[in-house]
C-alpha cells in the first residue's frame, strides 16, 4: 500500500551537518511548509528557508509551528529548539542523518571503559593545550590548568574591551539578575550549545554520554561545546556589552550568528567528535570520506556473542539445530 503525503527525501539528498546553515532563530511568527522549504510568517511578511539547509531552527517566544513543518525539519534531519525568553532553554532535537551506530557504539564503549574514557578525556584537555606536554597531569591537575585558562581568557577580554569582570555568576532562572557580560555569555554559550547539540544527533552520537561532564543529558554537548567557548563565545559576548547593547540576548545571538556563518565550526564539531570517539592509541587516521559512506548505509544487523555480526532481515531457523 502507498503511503500518503509527500515521501522523505533520499539520505543521499540531504546536506551534510557540516555543509549546513549553524542556526536560525525566529520570534512570534507561524512556522509552516511550502514544498520542501520552511517558511516564517509574521506582519511583515514571509520568509522561505531550504530544509534541508537548516542545522538547528531556534523558536523563541510568541512562535507557532505546523504538523507538516515538523515532518519536514525531521524528515532532513534538522534539530528543533524550543527556547524561552533570551533563548536560554533547550527543549527537543530532531533525528539523526546517520544510518550507522557506529559512532554511538564507539562512544557507549569509550565511556564505559576507565582508561579508553581516561584517554578520550586527556584528548579533549591536550586540546586546548596545543604544544604543551599534558601526558602526566591527573585529571584534577587538567581541570585546574584549565580553570586557570578560562580565567585568563575572560582578563584578556576584559582588558581588551574595557568590559568591567568580576567572575562568572549567573542564574539559570533568573537572566536579568546578573550583570551585562554574565547575560552575553549565558546567550551566547545557549546558542553555542544548541549548535553542538544539533551535530552531535545529526551525526548519530549520544548527548548524554558525556566524559569530562557526566550525570546530565547534555553532558556530551558541554563537552564538545568547552573546546570553543575561548575562541568563539567569550570575545563575542565581551565585544556586545562594549558595543552598549540595548538588547543583549539578541544582538548576542546575531554575534553568534555572524562568527559562525561559514559553516567552519559545523565541519570542524563534526571532525573532533569523529577523531574523539574513533581514534585510539593504535589507530591510524580517520578516513572521512570512508565513515560518510558508512553513515548512510540503512543496513541493520544481528549481534552475536560469538563477536560478529550476522545479516538481518532474514529467517535464520536454519542455521542451526534446536
Same mark, same amino acid.
Given at each position: 500500500?502507498? *503511503?500518503?503525503?509527500?515521501?522523505?527525501?533520499?539520505?543521499?539528498?540531504?546536506?551534510?551537518? &557540516?555543509?549546513? *546553515?549553524?542556526?536560525?532563530?525566529?520570534?512570534?511568527?507561524?512556522?509552516?511548509?511550502?514544498?520542501?522549504?520552511?517558511?516564517?510568517?509574521?506582519? +511583515?511578511?514571509?520568509?522561505?528557508?531550504?530544509?534541508?539547509?537548516?542545522?538547528?531552527?531556534?523558536?523563541?517566544?510568541?512562535?507557532?509551528?505546523?504538523?507538516?513543518?515538523?515532518?519536514?525539519?525531521?524528515?532532513?534531519?534538522?534539530?528543533? #529548539?524550543?527556547?524561552?525568553?533570551?533563548?536560554?532553554?533547550? !527543549?527537543?532535537? /530532531?533525528?539523526?542523518?546517520?544510518?550507522?551506530?557506529?559512532?554511538?557504539?564507539? &562512544?557507549?564503549?569509550?565511556?564505559?571503559?576507565?582508561?579508553?574514557?581516561? &584517554?578520550?578525556?586527556?584528548?579533549?584537555?591536550?586540546?586546548?593545550?596545543? /604544544?604543551? =606536554?599534558?601526558?602526566?597531569?591527573?585529571?584534577?591537575?587538567?581541570?585546574? +590548568?584549565?580553570?586557570?585558562?578560562?580565567?585568563?581568557?575572560?582578563?584578556?577580554?576584559?582588558?581588551?574591551?574595557?568590559?568591567?569582570?568580576?567572575?562568572?555568576? !549567573?542564574?539559570?532562572?533568573?537572566?536579568?539578575?546578573? =550583570?551585562? #557580560?554574565?547575560?552575553?555569555?549565558?546567550?551566547?554559550?545557549?546558542?553555542?550549545?544548541? #549548535?553542538?547539540?544539533?551535530?552531535? #544527533?545529526?551525526?548519530?552520537?549520544?548527548? /548524554?554520554?558525556?566524559?569530562?561532564?557526566? /550525570?546530565?543529558?547534555?553532558?556530551?554537548?558541554?563537552?564538545?561545546?568547552?573546546? !570553543? +567557548?575561548?575562541?568563539?563565545?567569550?570575545?563575542?559576548?565581551?565585544?556586545?556589552?562594549?558595543?552598549?547593547?540595548? =538588547?543583549?540576548?539578541?544582538?548576542?545571538?546575531?554575534?553568534?550568528?555572524?562568527?559562525?556563518?561559514?559553516?567552519?565550526l559545523l565541519n570542524r564539531c563534526v571532525q573532533d567528535i569523529r577523531n574523539l570517539l574513533l581514534t585510539d592509541s593504535t589507530a591510524g587516521p580517520i578516513d572521512h570520506e570512508l565513515l560518510d559512506e558508512d553513515a548512510g548505509t540503512d543496513v541493520v544487523r544481528l549481534w552475536d556473542d560469538e563477536g560478529y555480526e550476522l545479516a538481518g532481515s532474514r529467517n535464520h531457523s536454519a542455521d542451526v539445530d534446536f
Amino acid at each position: 500500500m502507498k *503511503i500518503p503525503g509527500v515521501p522523505p527525501a533520499e539520505l543521499s539528498e540531504l546536506n551534510r551537518v &557540516q555543509d549546513r *546553515i549553524s542556526f536560525v532563530y525566529l520570534e512570534r511568527c507561524v512556522i509552516h511548509r511550502d514544498s520542501n522549504a520552511i517558511t516564517a510568517t509574521d506582519e +511583515k511578511g514571509v520568509v522561505h528557508m531550504p530544509a534541508a539547509t537548516l542545522s538547528v531552527l531556534m523558536l523563541g517566544p510568541g512562535t507557532s509551528i505546523t504538523q507538516q513543518a515538523m515532518m519536514l525539519i525531521a524528515d532532513n534531519g534538522a534539530t528543533v #529548539v524550543w527556547v524561552g525568553e533570551h533563548g536560554v532553554r533547550y !527543549y527537543a532535537h /530532531g533525528r539523526t542523518l546517520a544510518r550507522s551506530s557506529r559512532l554511538l557504539v564507539a &562512544q557507549a564503549t569509550a565511556v564505559s571503559h576507565r582508561d579508553r574514557r581516561l &584517554q578520550v578525556a586527556r584528548a579533549m584537555y591536550r586540546m586546548r593545550f596545543p /604544544g604543551e =606536554d599534558t601526558s602526566r597531569l591527573t585529571m584534577q591537575q587538567l581541570r585546574g +590548568k584549565e580553570g586557570a585558562r578560562v580565567r585568563r581568557c575572560y582578563r584578556e577580554h576584559a582588558l581588551r574591551t574595557g568590559v568591567a569582570w568580576n567572575n562568572r555568576e !549567573y542564574d539559570p532562572d533568573d537572566f536579568t539578575g546578573s =550583570d551585562p #557580560v554574565n547575560q552575553a555569555l549565558s546567550a551566547a554559550h545557549a546558542c553555542l550549545y544548541g #549548535v553542538v547539540h544539533a551535530v552531535i #544527533v545529526a551525526i548519530g552520537a549520544s548527548p /548524554g554520554l558525556g566524559f569530562v561532564h557526566t /550525570g546530565h543529558e547534555r553532558s556530551f554537548v558541554y563537552d564538545i561545546a568547552d573546546l !570553543y +567557548k575561548a575562541e568563539i563565545t567569550i570575545p563575542v559576548a565581551f565585544d556586545v556589552v562594549a558595543g552598549e547593547s540595548t =538588547d543583549i540576548s539578541a544582538d548576542t545571538r546575531r554575534a553568534v550568528r555572524n562568527r559562525v556563518h561559514d559553516g567552519a565550526l559545523l565541519n570542524r564539531c563534526v571532525q573532533d567528535i569523529r577523531n574523539l570517539l574513533l581514534t585510539d592509541s593504535t589507530a591510524g587516521p580517520i578516513d572521512h570520506e570512508l565513515l560518510d559512506e558508512d553513515a548512510g548505509t540503512d543496513v541493520v544487523r544481528l549481534w552475536d556473542d560469538e563477536g560478529y555480526e550476522l545479516a538481518g532481515s532474514r529467517n535464520h531457523s536454519a542455521d542451526v539445530d534446536f
